[in-house]
């Protein structure tokens, strides 16, 4: 069987015609397989969703308890079978939850692996290498000018920063879903016990990730907070409300942003960032081209972000290599951006 | 390197003065000599060498990369030195072997020596070595592209607060030292004696003026001052000074202390007597001070020619005297500094530098007629280039800094106008959450009838509580958004009058209206005029063309 007719993308997604079934669909569908609870993948208004137990709960807290007709749990590793179609599930390393999807077919495999990372995150499960013909990857960092280096020094960064101004508060803006929870760890593991405060529309999911036991220490809500009690604190917030009037309650505040954008001066210039914080929750250049090699997949599709570069950086290593041409998808932020600013 | 990397990298995205000297300051209090003394001549631009075409930092990452790879990057980045740093294939060598990063000193002796047929493949070495952000600050060093966005005078404040010294003695020190400092840092740090400034024609830090109000005079005495023209010029002290030889050095410093004498070289000869001045710089010809707007000419220029020194001819008013030979006046009352500075300038006998006439006067009424009137108060031709009066005490000492009472400053009223507030945008720093830039405009006749034309904008002159108000007034009335810029209503009876106080008009080809204000501020907010009242185009034209005829009768149609 040829890849394409496994899975192709149409424009509610990718989509698998055996297995009647739409990967991240970005349009309400019959049977929807769901990789994160990220916006941008993660939509309510299917009839049917496959997903890993966290990507439901999240969904739940994000969009409301009737988001689909039904769901499905599927555990890492567990094999689901729709007639010819075998469905299979591996730790993506993205956000809690986050997940690849193996799609096989006799013995042909497509592994389609939505948003990940290769590299440690005390808040999720690692990414795991699958073995396939087709890997499908994204590309939101795919350029070789991002090298996204060492999440644990950049968390340094912030701390010399607390400790160079313990008379202002300083203001981290980090998607709500992952990287916030990601940075309050990583604040943790560098043995910073201080409480750390929270933006309103961050407590819920950060409140499911320590009922699924992650250690992210004592945690406050900012709301009601006295401004001068927020001298020398760290507060984790939407990157919206960070330019946001609800940055008035803070002392003199010092606005870090948690992306790996900011590995761009142009880009953190813009956002009016002064503390650019290179911590991402996707592979970087080098992280892209490793995985890209070791799953031995010999065609690789590239969808959402920089295409054209990793494209042609496949194509020099001799691997077949298109673009998806998927439209929808690496707007996490802008989607979040309106839901989270009536919450503030 | 890599830790100076880190602070230039800090400082490039902080606001805050205070800040960035806290940034600087622990750099300082971290790092040792040399390092922190190379550092310190960076930020104050006193490192010198060959820089690196940005072709060279081409070819070396061409060699190492995919020509398509670094086209899509720099694409992206749009800044040459960053696409390098970023996309450098670091060499993967085993842990224990890596030779070290490049200290800063190093980096910079090692410029100073190398030649040209070796400088890519130690620029290459060093890339290799250093991280992102290394890299980065290392291309922009050696391209000579490094904009820091800090003074000299902020690097030397950090230097002074390492020892809780006032900056204004490190400027006094600051042109005999060079780098890396040592000397300076082991004062700083009350390791050492305090350096001594041998340069025969030092900087001495400069007194200043606090702006007059209402309320000072009532407990001021007219008797105890003089008063002297203000003139819209540029401040600078004039310095000469023999040095072990016995010849005469002449040098020519900005308020900041700033070394300025190589822009000015048509006054150096005229500086022929050892002695400091006190005065302001100033176009003047055919016997008359030109306007600010003609001495912008001459400011800023890399290329001083000839043609440039005929047609701005630069002229020295003198106000006070600082040392006269070896005496140091600086103790002195001003009034006997007067005299000496009188006799000076007559000696001197020089037509590029005169005196700063005084004003007579016996009351503060007397003094406030003369200031609406400075032509007819003896300033006479040179009236256009007066912005206002000084009064400093007879018994003042010259003290550095702006202590309060000795010296005040009271200018001319400013150019009022009433403008409509047309687009806001966000602040910086504190005021991220704001909207605090001002756009501002005056109605014109259109094409499709009447139309405000933006002439302007301001991010000050408002209170705290003036400026909740407009942000709150920005949110409530905004039409449209554009990135971090908002556009506000603005209609013949919707909107909000702003009273815009100016300087002075300047005509701007970059500007859609052809002006360009000097100095614009918010004054006041005129909630209660509709915006179809506020001011028209003609009225700054007008006032713009009775200016520019002043500028072109009496530079002689040049």
């Known amino acids: 069987m040829r890849p394409q007719d496994i899975l192709c993308p149409v424009p509610a997604g990718l989509f698998c015609k055996d297995g009647n079934f739409h990967i991240d669909p970005v349009r309400p569908v019959e049977r929807a397989v769901i990789t994160h609870g990220h916006s941008d993948h993660a939509r309510a208004g299917h009839g049917a969703v496959l997903a890993t137990q966290e990507t439901l709960d999240i969904m739940r807290l994000r969009c409301g308890e009737n988001f689909a007709g039904s769901t499905q749990a599927a555990a890492y590793g567990e094999e689901i079978r729709l007639g010819d179609i075998s469905l299979k599930f591996h730790p993506a390393g993205h956000v809690l939850g986050s997940a690849q999807i193996a799609v096989s077919c006799k013995d042909t495999r497509v592994v389609a692996s939505g948003d990940y990372k290769n590299v440690r995150d005390p808040t999720c499960v690692p990414f795991e290498v699958v073995p396939c013909d087709v890997f499908i990857t994204e590309a939101t960092f795919g350029l070789p000018v991002f090298r996204h280096g060492r999440a644990a020094d950049e968390v340094k960064k912030l701390l010399a920063s607390v400790a160079l101004f313990p008379e202002r508060a300083h203001l981290v803006g980090a998607y709500s879903l992952g990287k916030a929870q990601r940075v309050i760890a990583l604040l943790r593991e560098q043995g910073y016990d201080a409480p750390i405060h929270l933006h309103g529309a961050m407590e819920k999911i950060t409140h499911y990730y320590q009922n699924q036991d992650i250690r992210l220490g004592e945690l406050k809500p900012v709301r009601g907070m006295k401004k001068a009690d927020l001298a020398g604190t760290i507060t984790l917030a939407p990157p919206s409300a960070t330019s946001d009037i609800w940055t008035r309650r803070f002392p003199d505040p010092v606005t870090a942003f948690a992306s790996g954008w900011m590995r761009v001066r142009a880009r953190a210039r813009q956002r009016g960032v002064e503390l650019p914080l290179v911590i991402s929750d996707h592979a970087d250049w080098d992280g892209l081209t490793a995985t890209i090699q070791a799953t031995g997949a010999g065609e690789i599709w590239v969808t959402h972000g920089q295409e054209d570069a990793l494209v042609h950086w496949c194509k020099t290593k001799g691997l077949a290599a298109r673009p998806l041409d998927l439209v929808g998808y690496g707007d996490e932020e802008e989607s979040e951006t309106l839901a989270e600013s009536e919450e503030a | ?558």
Do not use: C
């Open chain 2, 1 to 558: 390197m890599n830790r100076f990397a880190q602070l230039l990298d800090r400082l490039a995205y902080e606001p805050g003065r205070n800040n960035k000297l806290r940034l600087i300051s622990a750099y300082f209090r971290e790092v040792g000599d040399p390092d922190r003394g190379y550092a310190l001549a960076a930020l104050t631009g006193a490192l010198s060498f060959k820089h690196a075409k940005p072709g060279l930092i081409r070819n070396l990452i061409m060699e190492r990369t995919d020509p398509m790879l670094f086209g899509l990057s720099y694409d992206y980045v749009g800044d040459l030195s960053e696409t390098v740093a970023l996309m450098w294939p670091q060499a993967k060598l085993a842990g224990h072997n890596n030779p070290p990063a490049p200290t800063l000193a190093e980096v910079v002796t090692t410029l100073h020596m190398l030649g040209k047929t070796e400088l890519p493949s130690q620029l290459a070495r060093w890339l290799d070595e250093l991280d992102e952000t290394g890299r980065w600050a290392l291309l922009k060093l050696v391209t000579g592209a490094m904009r820091i966005g800090i003074s000299a005078r902020l690097a030397k404040t950090a230097a002074a607060a390492l020892g809780d010294k006032d900056p204004h003695e490190v400027e006094l020190l600051w042109p005999g030292l060079t780098p890396p400092y040592t000397e300076l840092f082991a004062w700083l740090e009350a390791r050492g004696d305090k350096p001594v400034n041998l340069d025969p024609a030092p900087f001495r830090p400069v007194m200043l003026a606090h702006a007059i109000e209402e309320t000072d005079f009532a407990s001021l005495d007219a008797a105890d001052y003089i008063a002297e023209w203000k003139w819209d010029g540029i401040r600078v002290q004039a310095v000469a000074g023999r040095d072990a030889r016995g010849d005469l050095k002449a040098r020519l410093y900005s308020r900041t202390g700033e070394d300025i004498t190589n822009s000015f070289p048509d006054l150096t000869p005229s500086l022929h007597l050892p002695g400091a001045i006190d005065g302001e710089l100033l176009v003047m010809r055919e016997g008359r001070v030109q306007s600010f707007n003609v001495l912008q000419q001459r400011l800023n220029r890399k290329l001083v020619s000839p043609k440039l020194t005929k047609d701005f001819p630069i002229h020295l008013r003198a106000y006070d005297l600082l040392g006269d030979d070896q005496n140091d006046l600086r103790e002195l009352p001003f009034g006997e500094r007067r005299e000496r500075l009188e006799a000076f300038v007559e000696k001197l006998a020089d037509p590029r530098v005169d005196l700063s006439q005084t004003i007579a006067f016996d009351s503060w009424e007397a003094l406030r007629a003369a200031r609406a009137d400075p032509a007819g108060a003896g300033a006479g031709d040179d009236a256009e280039a007066v912005e206002g009066v000084m009064l400093k005490r007879r018994d003042a000492l010259y003290l550095p800094g702006r202590p309060r009472g000795p010296w005040w400053k009271w200018k001319r009223d400013p150019h009022i106008i009433d403008a409509v507030l047309m687009y806001a945008q966000r602040g910086h720093g504190k005021r991220s959450s704001y909207y605090s830039d001002y756009t501002f405009g005056v109605w014109t006749a259109g094409e499709d009838g009447e139309q405000l034309v933006p002439v302007g904008k301001a991010y000050f002159g408002f209170t705290d509580e003036e400026l909740l108000q407009i942000d709150r007034f920005v949110r409530r009335n905004t039409i449209e958004k554009f990135g971090p810029v908002r556009h506000v209503i603005h209609e013949p009876d919707q909107g909000l009058v702003l009273e815009v106080a100016f300087e002075g008009l300047q005509r701007s080809p970059r500007h859609k209206s052809g002006v360009a204000m000097r100095f614009p501020r918010i004054n006041r907010l005129r909630w209660d005029k509709p915006p179809g009242q506020a001011d028209r185009l003609e009225t700054l034209e007008k006032m713009l063309k009775d200016e520019q005829n002043k500028i072109l009768v009496t530079s002689g149609g040049g």
